[in-house]
């Protein structure tokens, strides 16, 4: 790639050239964005170059008396053509996480408290650190700050380290309260050591809300950091008294339009997984998956959330049959009553089982005759064999042979 590709610059003061320099200035915009077009010069760039461009051509419009003096702010860029637009590059500096987390945008994870947020914000900050996939998701490297507002240094940094943290990766921490005049703080952070992810950890503890206006405020509070090239992270608590769904634990249609992308766990009852989805305006969603707890140093998808409820299932199933041992045998009904699940996750938990010959039956399953359910081992009413083995073993006890 040649070394001499355009870069963004300072838009110039039109006023101060003169007509021939604004048309020599238009001709060296024009070749300068059809040589970053062939080479691959960043999107962005050349976006920065027609735009530019198009003003220079509306000055000298206006000088020719074919446009209007306009009252136009500093910055006013002009409207791409169609053409323009579709002429333009793919983007592969994008996405900070592929499909996922947009750079120049904001993100929130949302949880209730004790379900992992931090977690798994300091493992897809390790990954991003490194430029390590997550979730089966391309990750660009980039430096990451992460703000823990919610917990004591020597706290986060322990998570840190169960993943790995070494002393090269381009992470910088903040822990404990938030500094004053934290958002211009953190613009000179971000500027100062060239972050391009911030981790937010949590929301609340950085922006004080009196009502849900407040809400709509944050992007705009937020927008010099994300014009310096980054994403931003907000963790979020959502309420105790709010439900496990997305939209539940969201909680305001205020808060719903104020990132690009939402992600949301939740935990399985008596379960080392959580649940893990997204909700995005664009990129590609992630749908329910089951994912490990991180205490491993890992956080991984271990499958479907259906796998992951089948799984859950299974040794509920096991532990009601042995506290019950009836002799003659446990019907699915039974099993449903006392087995708090979907009746589909319960229904492929029985079968899997049963597959494995971690599950034995009697019955038809008809009218009359229900399937009755034993864990293997256990003597099955009406069963000759079963019942010879039963009179021998008496037989075997009361001889003491």
Known sequence: MPDDLPTIKSRPDFDSFSSDELRAHIKALEEQVNFGQVHGAEHLVIVSLIQERRSAQAELARRNGTRPPSQQPEFWPELLTAKEALDLPPDPTRWIWEDVLPVRNLSLL???????????AVALSICIARGYPFLGRG????????????????????????FGLKDSDPIHLHAGRAPAKALAWL??????????????????????????????????????????NAHIMLLHHAGKGQGDDLDSAIGSTALRGLAYSFLHMKRLPDST??????????????????????????????????????????????????????????????????????GRILVRAVRRMLATNDLERIGTGKRGNPYRYFLPGILVPGNKEDEETRELELIVGKTGR
């Open 110 to 120: 949302v949880a209730k408290p004790k379900v992992g947020k931090s977690t798994f």
């Open 139 to 162: 990750m660009q490297q980039a430096s990451v700050a992460y703000l823990s507002l919610d917990a004591a240094l020597a706290d986060i940094l322990e998570t840190f380290k169960v």
């Open 187 to 228: 613009l000179e952070q971000v500027t100062k050591h060239a972050i391009r992810f911030v981790v937010i950890d949590t929301m609340q503890r950085l922006f004080r809300f009196r009502d849900l206006n407040d809400y709509a405020t944050i992007s705009n509070d937020l927008e010099p950091v994300l014009d310096s």
């Open 273 to 342: 997984q959580r649940i893990f989805r997204t909700d995005q305006r664009g990129g590609r969603n992630f749908e329910e998956i089951a994912i490990s707890d991180g205490a491993t140093g890992y956080i991984e998808k271990v499958g479907s959330k259906e796998e992951a409820e089948i799984d859950h299932c299974k040794p509920m199933i096991r532990e009601f049959l042995i506290e019950e041992a009836n002799p003659d045998g446990i019907t699915e009904k039974e099993i449903r009553l006392a087995v708090s699940v979907r």
